[in-house]
């Protein structure tokens, strides 16, 4: 029977030195030609996403934690959170000494910090090569804060004020947070997109979209923002490598990425 595929980017399609392994590209290619359809399923938001994923046979992107869905070269959803919240959220995370970068489908919305957790220039430096990200996301970098956008992923450094668990007490109940998926050693991080947005949401939503029963979806992730959509698809698999809390609510754990992970777990799924 064909399946509908949601696959995690970072730490289950991609390593941290961004690259796909090539038991996984295989495995990709194979499971499409079979039939099935395989979704992204990722806490990146377009401009994040490598152009050269799509060919390893992905039909669709549920991105930036459920904000933005496109399946087939159609947008099904793309929900922002407006000027006024921006503004609110971003002087927040600024006044308890955070930092934070704001995620839409047309542009990417950094304060400097955060550029340099990535570049490696800053003391919170986050592990691993992100110099292929940062070329990807550069035409799109703009400065400020945008008067809408999908997704905010803040970081809360050592010398913060305020904990992940302060931020989700004085936002949860208008958003959706959940713990970071890239963070840096001895620093917190969490995403924020609208309430009721989730990967899980998004999951539904192509699941819906395509007439296809919750019964015959897969998720495959590591991280905590991949909890919803553990919840919601009739197969979760956790990779090797995912966090505790992913693989307690997952139906089986797979290898690590860096041991064929994907390939295992489509082998596991009778995908391939």
């Known amino acids: 029977m064909r399946k509908l ?41 377009l401009p994040e996403v490598y152009p050269w994923l799509w060919d390893l046979g ?4 549920v991105g930036a934690n459920g904000t933005y869905i496109q399946f087939d070269g159609e947008v099904l959803q793309d929900v922002r959170i407006p000027d006024e919240e ?49 070329k990807q996301v550069e035409p799109y970098l703009r400065t400020g804060t945008p008067s809408s956008c999908a997704k905010c992923t803040f970081t809360l450094p050592p010398t913060a004020s305020a ?7 004085h936002f949860g109940s208008r958003f959706t947070i959940v713990a970071g998926s890239v963070t840096a050693e001895g620093t917190e991080g969490g995403e924020l997109v609208p309430a ?9 939503a192509v699941a819906t979209h395509l007439g296809i029963p919750l019964s015959d979806t897969v998720g495959i992730g590591d991280s905590a923002n ?21 693989k307690d609510m997952c139906k089986w754990t797979s ?9 295992n777990a489509f082998r ?4 391939i």
Request: charged content about 20%.
């Open 5 to 45: 595929v949601f696959l995690d980017v970072d730490g289950t399609l991609i390593d941290s030195t961004q690259e796909v392994p090539e038991s996984t590209k295989d495995a990709c290619l194979h499971a499409a030609a079979a039939g099935h359809r395989l979704v992204m399923c990722t806490g990146r938001s």
């Open 58 to 61: 992905f039909s669709g992107l």
């Open 86 to 134: 921006i503004r609110e959220i971003s002087e927040y995370i600024n006044s308890v000494g955070g930092y934070w970068i704001w995620q839409g489908p047309d542009r990417i919305m950094p304060s400097q910090a955060f550029i340099d957790s990535y570049s490696g220039a800053g003391a919170d430096r986050i592990a691993g090569d992100w110099g292929p990200y940062l």
């Open 163 to 169: 904990s992940l668990a302060d931020v989700i007490s």
């Open 196 to 204: 009721g947005v989730s990967k899980g949401s998004g999951v539904q």
């Open 226 to 246: 991949d909890g919803p959509m553990m919840k919601k698809v009739g197969t979760p698999i956790a990779m090797g490598n995912a966090i505790a809390e992913i």
């Open 255 to 263: 290898t690590s990425i860096y041991e064929n992970g994907i390939k």
């Open 268 to 271: 596991y799924l009778g995908l």
